[in-house]
């Protein structure tokens, strides 16, 4: 018996990392895991870019294509909070269409480069002093609403390049809380009812702007839970079964700009204790984006093992690389680790593919080793693939279900390919939006290598297509 162990284990010396055993009922393969930081999209750190529209028509700088491909390719950083301001046309109500076929060529540059939008709209900056001086320059509700509908076409023209889009609108920076119409200007703290009705009109305005597979985040979660009347703790948080059913609360996450600069996150918590909101933020999270900044160096509380634990559990999917640099210069080397696991990070862990009566048979498991779920839908296909030709199969499957932390099973049976041949399995998780072997303007990169999901595994990828290659094989006779 000694003997067998010790031949067994000088066997496994000679297995290679990734390894396939053929049996009765099929092959399976086991795979390993990388550590590099992949350049996936709607995930991760993102960079700050804004631009401005002032009363004269001056200020806008448009996107850079250089840039932005920089961005993704020498960063791997795939999104940009794009930052429009309005300022213009906080005192009008038909917004320029200058300024409209500027958007559009900002959405048409971020889609040359492959990256998305994360989307605000402002009309403010803070004055000089502190606190800052009234007016803030925002602009009513009845005319934000009226704009919203005019950048509406604009916004589903390119749902393709929107991760997410930021409620925005009201106050400095777009952030909810010095206005001069959604709440005291003399005091920011005392909303009142119609306040918040109006709050609730510009959020329900953008929810309606957007196709419905596209989600708003707010300021504070407090915001959600007063403007859609849900509670606080785990029990305001969305629920499985409610979760992507269209409705507002399910479309609604939350941005935390102010992310561990106080116990309070400066006024992000407003519950009693505030450990309640963090419960209702860690449950909504599981289906919907949370994602934001930091504003200031808070120690222990805004160093490396306070803020990756945080965000683990608050179910961060991406964060600003630029602010706050004092608070990310302190994680020191962990801000790879951020980089890694900011969002999903799927991998592989073992495959078996069989065939019987006409059908393939694919036995997977997934683990998502981030620290969200995706928020988007996913298209999710089988791909068989020989040297002269391809067949795709969509499967049942939605990743923004395979949740942070889990392993998760999935079972298919599709048609064998028609052709006969040998073919290698691959899997395909696309955007459903971006899913074309099109070349990207300028680029040798085709659309689905860019856009599709790429998993954290040694010797997987094949990045001429965006498919991960399960290294399995099945001939058709």
Not at 395 to 417: C, E, F, I, Q, Y
Not at 443 to 471: I, K
Request: hydrophobic fraction near 35%; aromatic fraction near 10%; proline fraction near 6%.
């Amino acid at each position: 018996m000694r003997r067998l162990v010790t031949a067994l284990a000088a066997l496994s010396l000679l297995l290679p990392a990734q390894t396939a055993i053929a049996h009765a009922d099929g092959t399976t393969r086991t795979y390993t895991t990388s550590d590099e930081v992949i350049a996936n999209q709607e995930r991760g750190f993102y960079h700050h870019e804004e631009t401005h529209y002032r009363s004269d028509g001056t200020g806008y700088v448009p996107l850079d294509l250089a840039t932005l491909r920089n961005f993704r390719t020498q960063e791997h950083i795939t999104q940009i909070l794009r930052m429009f301001y309005l300022e213009k046309f906080a005192k009008q109500d038909v917004i320029d269409k200058h300024y409209l076929d500027l958007m559009q060529a900002d959405f048409d540059t971020a889609r040359a480069a492959g990256v998305k939008l994360i989307v605000r709209f402002a009309y403010a900056l803070p004055g000089d002093g502190w606190p800052p001086p009234t007016p803030y320059g925002d602009a009513p509700v009845s005319r934000v609403v009226k704009q919203i509908r005019q950048l509406t076409p604009i916004l589903r023209a390119n749902s393709d390049m929107i991760a997410v889009v930021q409620s925005g609108f009201v106050g400095l920076w777009g952030e909810g809380y010095y206005t001069d119409y959604f709440s005291n200007p003399a005091d920011p703290s005392q909303v009142s009812d119609q306040n918040w009705a109006d709050r609730k009109a510009v959020v329900d305005a953008l929810l309606q702007a957007l196709p419905k597979d596209r989600m708003v985040q707010v300021r504070t979660p407090y915001m959600k839970q007063r403007m859609y009347g849900v509670p606080t703790g785990t029990a305001g948080g969305l629920t499985a079964d409610q979760a992507y059913d269209g409705s507002a609360v399910a479309r609604i996450g939350q941005h935390n700009d102010c992310f561990l600069a106080s116990d309070d996150d400066f006024g992000t918590y407003l519950s009693d204790p505030i450990e309640l909101d963090k419960q209702f933020v860690a449950q909504d999270t599981n289906y919907v984006p949370e994602g934001g900044e930091t504003c200031g160096v808070d120690a222990p509380r805004s160093e490396w093992p306070s803020a990756a634990a945080e965000m683990a559990r608050l179910h961060f999917s991406f964060l600003n690389i630029e602010y706050h640099p004092d608070v990310l210069a302190s994680w020191g080397s962990n801000i790879e680790i951020a980089k890694q696991k900011l969002g999903y990070r799927f991998a592989l862990t073992r495959s078996t593919v069989s065939q019987s009566g006409g059908n393939v048979h694919v036995d997977l498991q997934v683990r998502n080793d981030g620290w969200a779920a995706p928020y988007n839908p996913r298209q999710v296909q089988l791909v068989f693939q020989s040297s002269k030709h391809t067949f795709k199969y969509n499967v049942p499957a939605d990743p923004r279900r395979w949740g942070a932390g889990t392993l998760t099973s999935l079972n298919w049976s599709v048609k064998a390919p028609p052709v006969p041949g040998r073919y290698k399995v691959l899997l395909n998780v696309a955007d459903p939006k971006l899913q074309s072997q099109a070349k990207l303007p300028g680029s040798g990169e085709t659309y689905n290598a860019v856009y599709a999901v790429r998993f954290a595994n040694n010797g997987t990828w094949q990045p001429a297509t965006g498919y991960n290659d399960l290294q399995q094989t099945v001939t058709i006779g």
